[in-house]
């Protein structure tokens, strides 16, 4: 069974002050891992895609990492507009056709950045 | 741009009703989702739908059904609520094997 764990759950930042998210996945054959951003009362906002070890993306402050047992968010100089739930997915390889299509989400961590 | 709508944002339905919840997407996406999160329990996939008229079970299907019977429309009906099925409901769309692109949730209160 595919597994995500994001930690840590909650992150308190100052502005300004860099830190990372982890996401560890235990899954049979990755096929994509992606990082959505969800914002109170929404729904999930879709981030990066990251399909192999070593592959790296970047947008404005956050930039997404990834290895073979789990992915990094790394927030560069966070504001307080950066305050959101940060979820982590994974795709595996599937066995039969829908299953192929399928995310595992983490529980995500609940990043907040004070002014 | 990807978009995802859904029918309602909140909803108040008493228990032993039967609710309709409705989602569109306008990108030719082939595969659609229908998700619930709620505290402390994460998004869990309820259902999804790989074509028009394929469905197929997530992981927590009992007490729900589905419909596509076009591409661009994907209904959750929740054959008689329940107020264990209070919760966010969230619909997503994909390509394939790329990206889920989600709709702003419908909140649903059973009372």
């Known amino acids: 069974e595919d597994q995500v764990t994001q930690s840590p759950e909650a992150l308190r930042l100052q502005e300004g002050e860099s830190s990372s998210l982890n996401c560890s996945y235990t899954?049979?054959?990755?096929?994509?891992l992606f990082w959505y951003r969800q914002d109170p009362g929404k729904g999930p906002e879709f981030l990066f895609t990251?399909?192999?070890a070593g592959e790296e993306k970047e947008k404005e402050r956050l930039k997404a990492t990834l290895t073979k047992k789990e992915s990094f968010l790394h927030i560069t100089a966070p504001k307080p507009e950066d305050s959101a739930t940060y979820l982590c997915?994974?795709?595996?390889?599937?066995?039969?056709?829908?299953?192929?299509?399928?995310?595992?989400f983490g529980k995500g961590t609940l990043l907040t950045v004070n002014p | 741009d990807v978009k995802v709508t859904q029918s309602s944002r909140y909803l108040v339905k008493r228990t032993g009703e039967k609710v309709f919840l409705e989602c569109v997407q306008d990108?030719?996406?082939?595969?659609m989702f229908w998700y619930r999160q709620d505290p402390g329990l994460g998004l869990r996939l309820i259902y999804f739908?790989?074509?028009?008229?394929?469905?197929e079970k997530g992981d927590i299907p009992e007490g729900y059904s589905v419909s596509r019977e076009k591409k661009e429309r994907f209904s959750l009906i929740l054959e008689s609520a329940s107020t264990n099925q209070t919760s966010m409901y969230l619909c997503?769309?994909?390509?394939?094997?790329?990206?889920?692109?989600f709709g702003p949730g419908t909140r649903l209160l059973v009372l």
């Open positions: 997503a769309s994909s390509l394939r094997r790329g990206a889920q692109y």
């Open positions: 899954v049979s054959g990755l096929r994509g």
């Open positions: 990251l399909y192999s």
């Open positions: 997915a994974v795709q595996a390889v599937g066995s039969s056709g829908g299953s192929n299509y399928k995310l595992t």
């Open positions: 990108m030719d996406h082939e595969n």
């Open positions: 739908s790989y074509d028009v008229k394929m469905k």
